[in-house]
């Protein structure tokens, strides 16, 4: 009994770090240079509705998402999108006053900022459950090494973009098999004090 209680502890704790590590993924997807490369963004359009209290804008985009931090975006064929988008913009706040109308926001970096997380949010609950399939999984197998396959491959596309994630992740295998060819040496013993 003693014994199962243990086992189901471990698969719990191993849960629990799968989904943690899904929501860094997610979280570090969030950072320019490593979660996306952004191109180019431009507003082409901006008409408020004041009585409505929203805008319809345009902007002209080109980001390109890490595949390693948004696998749902590629599978989706939306890995680098480059184009023109319409969305609906809310005003930042209301003046003060019974009569006044919304704030919209000088344009700049406020409404660029708030096109991006547009950009980067739109599915950002299926691509969470696609990392956690992905650091469950690696869970599961119990070789949490594998982990530095996807380090590489986040690290490489920031510094190389795609053919940079390919090197990385092709590293970070070669890395993984050589820890698993020799699991008794120091760079082993050390990685495996620090997660398990």
């Given at each position: 009994m003693y014994e199962a209680r243990v086992r189901f502890a471990q698969r719990f704790v191993r849960f629990g770090v799968a989904i943690l590590l899904a929501l860094g993924l997610l979280l570090l997807g969030l950072f320019e240079g490593v979660g996306y490369h952004l191109y180019f963004i431009?507003?082409?359009?901006?008409?408020?509705?004041?009585?409505?209290?929203?805008?319809?804008?345009?902007?002209?985009?080109?980001?390109?998402?890490?595949?390693?931090?948004?696998?749902?975006?590629?599978?989706?064929?939306?890995?680098?999108?480059?184009?023109?988008?319409?969305?609906?913009?809310?005003?930042?706040?209301?003046?003060?006053?019974?009569?006044?109308?919304?704030?919209?926001?000088?344009?700049?970096?406020?409404?660029?900022?708030a096109y991006i997380i547009q950009m980067l949010s739109w599915g950002s609950l299926l691509n969470l459950l696609f990392l956690a399939i992905i650091t469950v999984s690696i869970e599961i197998v119990g070789k949490r090494c594998l982990y530095l396959v996807l380090g590489f491959g986040i690290f490489g596309f920031a510094a190389f973009e795609l053919v940079g994630m390919a090197v990385g992740m092709v590293l970070g295998s070669v890395a993984v098999a050589s820890l698993l060819r020799r699991p008794d040496n120091v760079v082993f013993r050390f990685w495996r004090s620090l997660w398990e």
């Open positions: 431009r507003e082409t359009s901006f008409i408020p509705h004041n009585q409505l209290g929203y805008a319809d804008a345009s902007f002209s985009i080109d980001l390109m998402y890490n595949p390693v931090l948004y696998p749902l975006y590629w599978l989706m064929g939306n890995g680098h999108i480059n184009g023109t988008y319409s969305t609906i913009y809310l005003p930042e706040g209301y003046g003060a006053g019974e009569f006044s109308g919304p704030r919209w926001g000088l344009w700049g970096k406020e409404r660029q900022d």
